[in-house]
């Protein structure tokens, strides 16, 4: 059982402003997964954390995109963050 809600863009339960964030995600992602779900329960720091995301993984920049995913995926495995 999840301890963060995992929050759906189709429950009538789910709050406007996180139902606009979710919306917001699947269009710039094209697909919701389940961190951005999670991070309904806090708009702002879902909006936030895509403009990180944005900045550093998609924003202009010089390295090639399988390098970008290469150091992402090298970072992960370092910090033993397995997601």
Known sequence: MARIPILH?????????ARAYLQEAGQSRGRLINIYRAMANRPETGRAFSALAN???RGTTTLDP???ELAYLTATVVNNCYY
Do not use: I, L, Q, S
């Open 9 to 17: 863009e189709d429950d009538p339960a789910t709050p406007a402003d």
């Open 55 to 57: 900045t550093v993984y």
């Open 66 to 68: 399988k390098d970008g």
